[in-house]
């Protein structure tokens, strides 16, 4: 009896980046990298520094100890 050959097809997984996605983030690195120098913010960075700060604390307007 003669086996079946499968009938799928195995595909490579593709890049997860091309050159081109490489040349853009580079590109961009290089920028906010430059404003940082100039004591700038790169504004598509701001929620990324926003989320690594973490929530910010309440203010406190005044303590009370109630007994």
């Given at each position: 009896?003669?086996?079946?050959?499968?009938?799928e097809t195995?595909?490579?997984?593709?890049?997860?980046?091309?050159?081109?996605?490489?040349?853009?983030?580079?590109?961009?690195?290089?920028?906010?990298?430059?404003?940082?120098?100039?004591?700038?913010?790169?504004?598509?960075?701001?929620?990324?520094d926003n989320?690594?700060?973490?929530?910010?604390?309440?203010?406190?307007?005044?303590?009370?100890?109630?007994?």
């Open positions: 009896m003669a086996q079946k050959k499968p009938t195995v595909v490579p997984i593709p890049a997860a980046e091309t050159e081109a996605e490489r040349q853009r983030t580079r590109s961009s690195n290089d920028r906010d990298q430059k404003l940082e120098r100039e004591g700038k913010r790169a504004p598509h960075n701001v929620g990324y989320a690594a700060d973490g929530a910010a604390a309440p203010e406190i307007e005044r303590v009370v100890d109630e007994d």
